[in-house]
């Protein structure tokens, strides 16, 4: 099993930057494939990106494409999410997840392991 710990979420202005961590414990966090997710007000929880245990393939979704970078440091056991250019519409509880699986990743049903959530707010 693995416990996992968001931070980073916070307020800022449209245009801004705000970099996400996801720290592990428990199993070999290597043994992982990682992904981040968002649940806006009034919205379904949905794919932002995702990295494979290596960090070799990351994936990401159309909306957060060319802004946000995921990135991986198995040996510190932390998974972190960049997101530039930040947009009213980033607004979302930001939740990582981890996974044994290596496919179907952009998929929330994939993932086993969750964690609590950080809130990112960001104001036009």
């Known amino acids: 099993q693995v416990q996992l710990v968001e931070s980073g979420g916070g307020l800022v202005q449209a245009g801004g930057s705000l970099r996400l961590s996801c720290a592990a414990s428990g199993r070999t966090f290597s043994s992982y494939s990682m992904g981040w997710f968002r649940q806006a007000p009034g919205k379904e929880r949905e794919f932002v990106a995702a990295i494979s245990r290596s960090g070799g393939s990351t994936s990401y979704a159309d909306s957060v494409k060319g802004r946000f970078t995921i990135s991986r440091d198995n040996a510190g056991n932390t998974v972190r999410l960049q997101m530039n250019s930040l947009k009213p519409e980033d607004t979302a509880v930001y939740y990582c997840?981890?996974?044994?699986?290596?496919?179907?990743?952009?998929?929330?049903?994939?993932?086993?392991?969750w964690g609590q959530g950080t809130r990112v707010t960001v104001s036009s």
């Open positions: 997840a981890a996974t044994v699986t290596r496919d179907g990743l952009t998929k929330e049903h994939a993932y086993d392991y």
